[in-house]
């Protein structure tokens, strides 16, 4: 068989020509045999108002014959050059069926505490005014976006290759709030000098405001 014809699809697919052709054999075939039994005798031996007479009839008519020729020519040429070759297309990408995400692993009460404070600290953090921890942003990214990331899906794949209730699944889970707390320090440590700052810089002006109108403060109002 020529390469045009063999399936490429996990499907296969269908050749136009070569059923149009064996159609066109069977009606060829039909249209003799039924042919000879009206030449020879009373049909199929049966009413002639009957379904199956009707068939006979038809297929022994003048139009059948050369339906066949036709059927015959046609789909040998399509089948010869292979344009009638329709492949049937496999699954597509979006339809393919999805791995299932890893169910969320149940950790022991350390690895929980240790999220829990790291997310805390992380929202407490970018809620200082951004002026108050220039000092601390880049570390600051470089925590959440790489380390924590990194060292979360490590975690859950290291976790995913033991028994959730074993021994083992507990020592991953005290490693990895050891590592989440290493972290939650450096927040803690970022968070004190952002607040730190926030307040030097309020006493600072404080003391402007107080050089600049040394005799506007309450004991005036109470003269």
Same mark, same amino acid.
């Given at each position: 068989? @020529?390469?045009?014809?063999?399936?490429?699809?996990?499907?296969?697919?269908?050749?136009?020509?070569? #059923?149009?052709?064996?159609?066109?054999?069977?009606?060829?075939?039909?249209?003799?045999?039924?042919?000879?039994?009206?030449?020879?005798?009373?049909?199929?031996?049966?009413?002639?108002?009957?379904?199956?007479?009707?068939?006979?009839?038809?297929?022994?008519?003048?139009?059948?014959?050369?339906?066949?020729?036709?059927?015959?020519?046609?789909?040998?040429?399509?089948?010869?050059?292979?344009?009638?070759?329709?492949?049937?297309?496999?699954?597509?990408?979006? #339809?393919?069926?999805?791995?299932?995400?890893?169910?969320?692993?149940?950790?022991?009460? @350390?690895?929980?505490?240790?999220?829990?404070?790291?997310?805390?600290?992380?929202?407490?953090?970018?809620?200082?005014?951004?002026?108050? +921890?220039?000092?601390?942003?880049?570390?600051?990214?470089?925590?959440?976006?790489?380390?924590?990331?990194?060292?979360?899906?490590?975690? +859950?794949?290291?976790?995913?290759?033991?028994?959730?209730?074993?021994?083992?699944?507990?020592?991953?889970?005290? @490693?990895?709030?050891?590592?989440?707390?290493?972290?939650?320090?450096?927040?803690?440590?970022?968070? @004190?000098?952002?607040?730190?700052?926030? +307040?030097?810089?309020?006493?600072?002006?404080?003391?402007?405001?107080?050089?600049?109108?040394? #005799?506007?403060?309450?004991?005036?109002?109470?003269?």
């Amino acid at each position: 068989m @020529d390469d045009h014809r063999q399936p490429t699809s996990p499907k296969g697919g269908f050749d136009v020509g070569l #059923n149009a052709a064996l159609l066109g054999v069977f009606l060829s075939a039909a249209n003799f045999v039924t042919s000879q039994f009206a030449e020879f005798g009373e049909g199929l031996g049966t009413d002639h108002g009957s379904p199956l007479q009707q068939i006979a009839d038809l297929l022994s008519g003048d139009v059948v014959k050369p339906l066949a020729v036709v059927l015959i020519l046609v789909g040998g040429m399509l089948y010869a050059t292979g344009m009638g070759y329709i492949e049937l297309a496999g699954p597509s990408k979006g #339809n393919a069926p999805r791995p299932k995400p890893l169910a969320t692993l149940p950790m022991n009460i @350390d690895a929980r505490m240790a999220e829990a404070r790291i997310t805390g600290l992380l929202a407490r953090l970018k809620a200082v005014p951004e002026e108050l +921890r220039e000092e601390a942003t880049i570390e600051l990214e470089g925590i959440e976006q790489r380390h924590m990331p990194a060292l979360t899906r490590a975690h +859950r794949k290291a976790r995913a290759t033991v028994s959730p209730t074993s021994k083992q699944a507990d020592e991953l889970d005290t @490693d990895y709030a050891a590592s989440l707390n290493r972290l939650s320090a450096t927040l803690e440590q970022m968070v @004190d000098r952002s607040e730190a700052l926030g +307040r030097e810089r309020l006493q600072w002006q404080t003391l402007v405001i107080e050089e600049r109108f040394p #005799n506007a403060g309450p004991e005036k109002d109470q003269a």
